[in-house]
């Protein structure tokens, strides 16, 4: 089923007398802060995150997995998984494919299902982490890493191969995430991993085009549990600062340990216009991928906050390119991502709100509390109206979620697709 405006229309004529009432309110109070309320609204209605391929299905754990039913079992059909979110909310604009979980049979027809639904091709993201049917080297011991040579040709040649397939979607970046590390102690040589990573991802760069980036993708551990080759941002730094400008960093939320202050790596990288792309999720443990803002929504705010400041004072960083990265085993996958997308806005809108000018005032005068006041000030104020204004200017719907359920979204799926459909991923 494909929302048209007329859908639109009619959720949002149910739901607009609360709306207003919450939304005059709430511009009354910023317009009396000084706040400029429209320029907020523009802000927010041009911040586009992109949605992988992946987090269409139902995601697994190595205990199990649970379809979800109607799931998406074809490209064509996550693209129109996501054409839904972006109809809802105006804030998914683009779609981040894996390769080779989501090869395109037919360019063209693949490209203009994107542009029905108003969506462009984000990043493409290389696999090395899992073998491939008929692949000559295995990825057992590594990829770009390998002591194998030819183990390494294999893996330097699928991300060339995936740079090409993503130039044909007109995408204009890769993310490389590597898997590759030991799970036993003494298992490797450091030095001789990090050595061949850093000279495979050199290769790989040196076939990067012109208006091209390279993402490269930090964890500090799992599938190996003892150690990996890019555990981290200093380790991505230094080997996106050998590979050239094109190469940065990117982060992703899950991937960092406990308690990890990821606000300022976000502000070192930016300061030193490095970082390239952002993964959002959420997590208690590990990389548990679970719903943006569902654990940690303050952190979420704090990063937010490092990122408006470096979107206004660092121009040596390139703009950004945000993706969420999570899936999941028991709830509606498009559900979950439209209580993602509304966790991320609302972070922004309430970064968006702290006065930098009084918070560099109070800083500089060392009032602690005040500093603290200021950020609490903003995390407090609830932006929810402002959100739902900015979609609705922009032709999405007031109540994503609500209008999703009435709709009966999933149920067109399910009949379209079946009760049984499995996405391919993960
Ligand atoms: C690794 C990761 C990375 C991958 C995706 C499938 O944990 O977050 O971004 O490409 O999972
Ligand atoms: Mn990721
Ligand atoms: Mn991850």
Redesign the pocket.
């Given at each position: 089923m494909r929302i048209n405006k007329q859908h639109i229309a009619d959720e949002n004529k149910n739901s607009s007398e609360n709306h207003k009432d919450g939304f005059d309110f709430l511009s009354h109070q910023l317009d009396k802060q000084d706040k400029d309320v429209n320029a907020i609204l523009r802000k927010l209605a041009d911040f586009q995150v992109a949605i992988p391929s992946?987090a269409l299905g139902a995601g697994g754990t190595r205990f199990g997995r649970f379809s979800y039913f109607g799931e998406p079992s074809t490209l064509e059909q996550k693209i129109d998984d996501v054409g839904v979110l972006h109809a809802l909310t105006k804030t998914a604009g683009a779609i981040s494919l894996?390769i080779p979980w989501d090869i395109p049979q037919d360019y063209d027809a693949i490209k203009e299902r994107a542009k029905i639904n108003g969506l462009v091709f984000d990043a493409v993201?290389s696999n090395t982490f899992q073998d491939q049917k008929d692949a000559k080297e295995s990825y057992r011991f590594g990829s770009l890493s390998n002591l194998n040579a030819s183990a390494r040709e294999q893996a330097i040649q699928h991300n060339i191969d995936v740079i090409n397939i993503g130039e044909k979607l007109g995408s204009k970046s890769l993310?490389v995430?590597l898997a590759d590390g030991a799970n036993f102690a003494g298992q490797r040589n450091f030095q001789s991993s990090l050595i061949h990573a850093e000279n495979s991802l050199k290769s790989i760069y040196s076939e990067l085009p012109d208006d091209w980036k390279m993402f490269i993708?930090y964890?500090p551990y799992e599938p190996n549990f003892y150690s990996t080759v890019i555990q981290d941002w200093g380790t991505s730094f230094m080997l996106a600062n050998a590979c050239g400008e094109k190469a940065y960093t990117l982060v992703?939320l899950?991937?960092h340990l406990p308690n990890t202050n990821i606000e300022q790596i976000v502000s070192t990288l930016m300061l030193k216009g490095k970082l390239g792309g952002f993964?959002f999720n959420d997590s208690k443990y590990g990389?548990d991928d679970s719903t943006v803002g569902s654990v940690k929504p303050y952190a979420l705010f704090l990063i937010f906050n490092e990122l408006v400041y470096g979107m206004e004072n660092n121009p040596q960083n390139p703009d950004l390119a945000w993706m969420i990265?999570a899936s999941h085993n028991i709830k509606d996958p498009l559900e979950d991502l439209l209580q993602s997308l509304e966790a991320i806005l609302e972070a922004y809108a309430k970064a968006l709100l702290v006065d930098q000018e009084e918070l560099k005032a109070a800083q500089e005068r060392n009032d602690v509390t005040l500093c603290q006041e200021i950020m609490q000030n903003a995390y407090r104020t609830d932006v929810r109206p402002l959100l739902a204004q900015a979609r609705a200017l922009s032709g999405g719907v007031i109540n994503p979620l609500k209008s999703y359920r009435s709709l009966r979204i999933r149920e067109g799926l399910i009949k379209e697709r079946g009760m049984n459909s499995v996405a391919t991923g993960?």
């Open positions: 992946w894996h993201n993310t995430w993708e964890k992703d899950g991937h993964h990389d990265d993960l």
